[in-house]
């Protein structure tokens, strides 16, 4: 087995100052494996048994320190929109044209606002992107009512029986005749 790789001279305290400035619980294990290792000397199953990672992540990451230096503790990590076609600010953007027909009370398709985004984009996109964007902006989908929500049954049946019987005879016309048995 070869010898491990020393960390840099003062890694030791600057590990231990970043330990006490961590604001998130995977920014201080991160921390933590390094310091570990540079602090105690423990080795990556060691570490790993310590921390509650795997002993592979342990090494990559103390790979990744050795090869990158402090500037691996600024970062953020893994995750996020990596493979976005438009930024949040832009997607915003994009839906302002169409904020003032829905605020009219509109209706509102999404092939529209899927052909804009195609044309924002320069590429065709599936219509599961754009349903992603408006959750992701906050709307929603609101579908409209089968009835008014005022509506007043009482005096929709006192209006059917004091109403005149022709609409309803004229109704009843275009209906399917029943059977006539006598």
């Known amino acids: 087995m070869r010898p491990r790789k020393a960390f840099r001279k003062g890694a030791t305290e600057k590990l231990k100052a970043a330990l006490k400035q961590a604001k998130t619980k995977n920014q201080f294990q991160r921390i933590q494996c ?35 230096g402090d500037r691996l503790l600024q970062s953020v990590g893994r995750g996020g929109r990596l493979h976005q076609n438009l930024s949040r600010e832009q997607e915003q953007a994009l839906l302002e044209l169409f904020t003032l027909k829905a605020g009219r009370g509109g209706m509102l398709e999404v092939s529209q606002v899927k052909l804009a985004y195609e044309k924002a984009v320069g590429h065709g996109v599936p219509k599961s992107t754009v349903y992603r964007m408006l959750a992701r902006q906050g709307w929603r989908k609101i579908a409209p ?35 006539q048995s006598d």
């Not at 570990?36 to 199953?45: F, P, Q, V």
């Not at 060691?46 to 790979?63: D, E, K």
């Open 34 to 68: 390094l310091w570990l290792r540079a602090g105690l000397g423990l080795n990556a199953d060691q570490v790993a048994q310590a921390v509650g990672w795997l002993p592979t992540s342990v090494r990559r990451l103390q790979a990744q320190y050795l090869k990158k």
């Open 145 to 179: 009512r089968p009835r008014h929500p005022q509506v007043d049954k009482t005096r929709q049946q006192a209006f059917k029986k004091n109403s005149p019987r022709g609409w309803l005879k004229s109704s009843r016309s275009k209906a399917k005749p029943s059977d």
